[in-house]
DNA sequence: CATGAATTTTTTTTT
DNA sequence: AAAATTCATG
């Protein structure tokens, strides 16, 4: 333990050693943060705390793995055992789980992911007979969710709703709450509010718990929305012991109901608190540390560092302007290739604002053959035929999933069609039953009522109880009740597709028996709630870990990584910031998120922005990002702002669709 | 009710 | 340009 602690900077020591009280520790990009915090779990061990007493939240997977894989590599396996490392949602859900009855959570409660919410929430419009005109499905679940994440409920939302739109989304609020309360199921959003009932109104369960975490640490503190600081101050207790870490300047979530005031006001939530500031950054050469610093200086309203680069001297930060997306993969690949042989290709990572900017660098590096990882993008488990087929197995889980119901009812086809479902439906909300439930008495053709009670008796002989190890059984028996494997000879015609698509549903079995094989105690309901937590990534990416590939994401993904060699691409207004954030006056929070850019560099950074770029397959012109000249210290030019500001075009509602588009 | 064609929308970021 | 949704037809 010594000779850990005498590896550390002072800064870093002390935020180690200080254990007791709460304590803010703000990290600056490559300050070593991940480094402090699992230093700092191996101190607590070693100081003889048990290693149950410690709580250590994250907010991806990825973290918390990485994190519990170094206190591992620190204290070694035995002495890790019983630690608590996770992500908030992943650790709300199994809290629930386990006390969630006693405040009405049922335990066999299913998760719907973002495409179901989406689904409940048009299903509730529909429900209201709201056309989708009046308001966007997509919308409506950001602004609900944004209400939830607020702690405002559904009925603050409709008192302090001052006009019609704005008691719609009350309304809708509201229905889609009940929606999901009768289903008995969870969005993302309640796994953290539904737990905060957890602790604010069940006192034993809340003691329980305040008693056996004595020490909590929390990553990326900056990205805590309402709900998460609630759930930490009152998990810390009186006790207090809380170490939160992170970085102001890169609070990239506010879309999300992430408040920087959580981190800004720290000291004012946690009086007496310890702040600890880490300032050397062990990261970046000079040179993009510059650039990095120049571009967060435009902020207003930060706690305040200035990175001191431990690493010194070293090649300029690179700008290029070029003629359009296409031309701008096609040079980004060439540097590559010349870079390719002197660094690995896992050295290299290509960042960029928004995921569909994915398409043109991809299609440059294939016809290159260069081999390429993408982080995050659409996930296996977003596929068609794997949410079927989760969607049946969260119906054996839990029979009143409304959600996964609609889904399938009619998937493979049963002559439930469009119009019936109205009618169940319509039936269901008079009389207050689930939609399931309400197939026996609507008047719907009788064909219909027989395969729906077809349907429900198979889930039925299924889902009777949690298979537990017998899952792949239960999986198979599954496909094989359902004939699924028909079902997708009949949609696709070739034979390949049909094969792929066949292989992707083979590939949920492999994964419920990896499941069972590694659980201790497997059960449908774990094996689900994995899912639906940490879709993304796992063991997805693993096949491709062992190649040596480039990588290409988001800027949000990016965050918390870093590389030899990075390109940021697309440099442009409109897309860096992007033109929703200068609309809704968030300007700020993409220049931390062009912050983050950055930083991720170590040796080589690359900056492009295109001269003109396709946007919904139409071509428009191209202004360089006000961030471009914030790093090299200029005003931008006189024509800029003229330019930049016939951006916005917001509220486009209105259907006054005279005006028709030429083809092509 | 199911199917394929026509039309509309999508792209900001994610647990 | 692609995906999702709506429409028209069998």
Not at 285 to 310: Q, Y
Not at 325 to 348: F, Q, Y
Request: positive net charge.
């Amino acid at each position: 333990m010594r000779q850990l602690l005498a590896r550390l900077n002072p800064e870093q020591r002390r935020a180690v050693t200080t254990t007791d009280g709460p304590l803010l520790v703000l990290a600056g990009a490559g300050t070593g943060k991940t480094r402090v915090i699992t230093v700092r779990a191996a101190y607590l061990l070693d100081q003889g705390n048990p290693a149950e007493s410690i709580l250590a939240v994250t907010f991806t997977n990825k973290a918390a793995r990485e994190m519990k894989a170094r206190i591992v590599g620190l204290v070694g396996k035995h002495a890790a055992v019983g630690l608590t490392v996770g992500t908030f949602h992943a650790f709300c859900a199994r809290l629930l789980r386990k006390h969630g009855a006693p405040i009405g959570v049922p335990p066999g409660f299913t998760i719907c992911d973002a495409s179901d919410q989406l689904a409940a929430h048009k299903a509730v419009l529909r429900d209201l007979h709201v056309p989708e005109a009046t308001i966007h499905p997509r919308q409506l679940v950001a602004e609900v969710s944004l209400l939830k994440n607020s702690l405002v409920n559904p009925e603050a939302a409709g008192e302090s709703a001052v006009d019609d739109r704005d008691h719609l989304v009350a309304l809708a609020y509201r229905r889609y709450g009940e929606h999901l309360r009768r289903a008995g199921v969870l969005d993302f959003d309640d796994l953290l509010l539904r737990t905060l009932d957890l602790l604010r109104e069940h006192e034993p369960t809340a003691r329980n718990l305040t008693d056996r975490f004595r020490y909590l640490m929390v990553d990326e503190y900056q990205d805590t929305n309402g709900p998460q600081f609630e759930i930490v101050r009152r998990l810390a207790g009186e006790r207090r012991n809380l170490c939160v870490v992170g970085d102001d300047d890169q609070s990239i979530y506010g879309w999300r109901g992430a408040d920087v005031k959580n981190i800004l006001g720290f000291e004012r939530q946690f009086p007496g608190a310890t702040v600890i500031r880490l300032e050397t950054n062990y990261r970046s050469k000079e040179p993009i540390l510059a650039a990095a610093n120049k571009v967060i200086g435009n902020n207003p309203a930060r706690h305040g560092k200035t990175l001191r680069a431990a690493r010194g001297e070293g090649s300029p930060v690179r700008v290029f302007g070029v003629d359009d997306e296409e031309r701008e993969a096609r040079n980004v690949v060439t540097d590559i290739e010349g870079r390719k042989t002197t660094s690995p290709l896992k050295d290299m990572a290509v960042l960029f604002r928004a995921a569909a900017q994915s398409r043109a660098l991809e299609a440059a590096l294939r016809a290159r053959a260069i081999p390429y990882r993408l982080v995050g993008g659409p996930s296996f488990f977003d596929r068609k035929e794997v949410r079927d087929v989760l969607a049946y197995l969260k119906l054996l889980a839990n029979p009143t999933d409304e959600v996964s119901f609609l889904r399938i009812v009619n998937c493979p086809p049963r002559g439930i069609g469009k119009s019936t479902i109205d009618k169940v439906l319509a039936y269901a909300t008079e009389h207050g039953l689930g939609a399931a439930a309400a197939f026996e008495n609507s008047e719907i053709p009788a064909k219909a009522k027989a395969a729906a009670a077809e349907l429900k008796a198979t889930l039925a002989r299924l889902g009777e109880k949690d298979p537990g190890p017998r899952l792949v059984n239960t999986i198979r028996a599954l496909l094989d009740a359902i004939d699924y494997r028909v079902e997708l000879v009949r949609c696709y015609a070739d034979e390949q597709v049909r094969e792929q698509r066949w292989n992707a549903v083979e590939e949920v079995v492999n994964f419920a028996e990896n499941y069972v094989r590694r659980s201790r105690g497997p059960t449908l309901t774990e094996f689900l709630e994995r899912l639906a937590l940490t879709a993304t990534d796992d063991e997805k990416d693993d096949d491709q870990k062992d190649g040596d590939a480039l990588t290409l994401m988001t800027l949000h993904a990016a965050k918390g990584l870093e590389f030899p060699h990075v390109y940021l691409v697309g440099c442009e207004e409109g897309l860096l910031p992007h033109d929703k954030s200068v609309a809704t006056d968030q300007v700020e929070e993409e220049r931390r998120l062009m912050y983050v850019g950055i930083t991720r560099a170590q040796d080589n950074l690359t900056i492009t922005f295109a001269k003109s770029r396709a946007k919904f397959g139409r071509r428009a012109e191209r202004m360089p990002s006000r961030f471009l000249y914030e790093l090299k210290g200029e005003a931008p030019p006189k024509t800029w702002r003229a330019a930049g500001q016939k951006a916005p075009a917001e509220r486009p509602t209105k259907k006054a669709n005279g005006r028709r588009r030429s083809r092509r």
